[in-house]
């Protein structure tokens, strides 16, 4: 309970921030679906969006390490909301894929700001439930986003004024909380070339796992429309179809840690084959596609987590910050390019044209396993580390290291430090001290008062000097 009320305005925020883009990703497809703009323009939002969370990793280091975190954080924020309304105000679809790319922007800012600040001001002994709380906040607030829609009859610009007022919300935990600022952390080194020679197989994987998240969340509004759902039963589909995606997580995260990882893999590839040639079948009716996409969908989000833990599992205990920002690009861009190639699908085949896609990713990855590169992998399950439960690509790459626990705090701290803001900040802190020393010393002074409790007269004069008092009372004291 005290670590949610120590970060309450952090959690706040993120609350209000996720909410807002979970209702915006749903309202947008279901929108332009029913202006009749093709699934392939629709997709690119998606696209744009992931594309923009991409590059603001880069932009958020830079901007955080220029103006700060507050500043950082409030920029993006007003830039967010003001693109939402400019979404209500220019109909047209070219500026609204333009307005979802800066918005991926600066929503990266944001994560970055809040998530360096959680992992400043967070004990070591407290990091694990800190950003496990937040991860939970997070999910809330996208599920309570989907499942807004019901609520708003009809759907119409009034959902772009709400999710613009929660946008514009969200910065004001941050505007008015009185904690220290944290230490901005420079980018963890990207040492691709050794990645992709070690393991190839992983991040190709981490790519198809990218393609197909991204894919569904630009185009499962779309697919649930066409299998005859209303927009308010459509934001349920995608609300349940999220919450099946995080429960599937524990039993697979324990079947991870007693089996071998890439043998669970391509077992999961195999089941989300035959889920796909299922709901492709001409037979297979609406009721018995949604569920069938309900399972199809958690077992896409499993992916990422299992090959994250495969390259842990088979990478040197210095490499690993660096493996998590590039594991964390690459599903990035695997969630801005699938969305294109999903779409393509779903105008050639319609609604289950979006399970087109992952028929052939499934193949690709039961066909890595059976390569020589995967033989070399390390899959010994006694030596395994422990599989862990990681977020779907809305977090920034300091989350994506902070929250897996099989990386040591120290090789964080060592590779993304910021040794010049390290060194201004512990300067001003020790400035800060001196002056509430100086503060409280004058307050004594002037006011006569006397310590109590574990302090005696003789320890406080010692400490202090003798307070300005009388003869009278100083002998009283005495």
């Not at 923009?52 to 954080?73: C, D, E, Q, T």
Request: proline share 4%.
């Amino acid at each position: 309970m005290r670590t949610i009320t120590t970060f309450s305005s952090l959690y706040l925020a993120t609350l209000f921030m996720l909410f807002a883009n979970g209702l915006l990703t749903t309202y947008v497809a279901l929108e332009l679906e029913s202006q009749g703009v093709s699934d392939l323009m629709i997709s690119s939002l998606t696209s744009a969006y992931y594309t923009g969370l991409v590059i603001g990793a880069k932009l958020g280091h830079k901007l955080i390490a220029r103006v700060g975190h507050i500043r950082s954080y409030v920029a993006g924020a007003g830039i967010t909301a003001a693109t939402v309304i400019m979404m209500g105000l220019v109909d047209i679809i070219e500026f609204w894929i333009a307005a979802r790319f800066i918005m991926g922007l600066m929503m990266m800012c944001q994560y970055m700001v809040i998530e360096s600040w959680l992992n400043d001001q967070a004990e070591p002994t407290q990091r694990g439930i800190v950003f496990g709380i937040y991860m939970a906040v997070s999910s809330l607030g996208v599920l309570i986003g989907q499942l807004a829609l019901t609520a708003i009859d009809p759907i119409d610009i009034r959902v772009l004024m709400i999710v613009s007022m929660f946008f514009s919300l969200c910065l004001v935990p941050l505007a008015v909380t009185r904690a220290i600022h944290p230490i901005p952390l420079k980018a963890a080194p990207l040492n691709i070339g050794y990645f992709l020679k070690q393991l190839p197989q992983v991040l190709l994987i981490t790519l198809f796992s990218g393609m197909m998240v991204g894919s569904f969340y630009g185009l499962g509004p779309i697919f649930a429309t066409r299998l005859g759902l209303d927009t308010q039963e459509a934001g349920i589909y995608m609300a349940i179809a999220i919450a099946a995606s995080l429960v599937i997580q524990w039993p697979l995260g324990l079947l991870s840690d007693r089996m071998n990882r890439l043998l669970l893999v391509t077992f999961v590839a195999l089941f989300l084959l035959i889920l796909s040639i299922f709901i492709n079948l001409p037979f297979a009716t609406n009721f018995y596609i949604a569920i069938a996409s309900f399972f199809a969908i958690a077992l896409q989000f499993t992916l990422y987590p299992l090959s994250v833990a495969i390259a842990n599992d088979n990478i040197d205990e210095d490499k690993r910050v660096s493996l998590s920002a590039i594991l964390l690009m690459l599903f990035g861009i695997g969630a801005a390019i699938g969305p294109l190639i999903s779409g393509y699908f779903m105008a050639s085949f319609d609604a289950k044209g979006l399970y087109i896609f992952p028929i052939i990713i499934a193949l690709s990855i039961i066909t890595i396993h059976f390569t020589k590169a995967s033989k070399k992998l390390h899959t010994d399950v006694e030596d395994a580390l422990p599989h862990v439960i990681m977020p779907d690509g809305h977090v920034s790459p300091i989350a994506a290291a902070t929250l897996d626990p099989r990386i040591d705090e120290d090789a964080i701290i060592e590779v993304m430090k910021n040794e010049e803001a390290h060194e201004i900040k512990e300067a001003l802190r020790e400035e800060i001290e001196a002056d509430e020393i100086e503060k409280t010393k004058s307050k004594i002074q002037r006011n006569a008062l006397l310590p109590f409790g574990e302090y005696s007269y003789a320890a406080f004069v010692q400490e202090y000097g003798k307070p300005m008092i009388n003869a009278e009372d100083e002998e009283a004291h005495s």
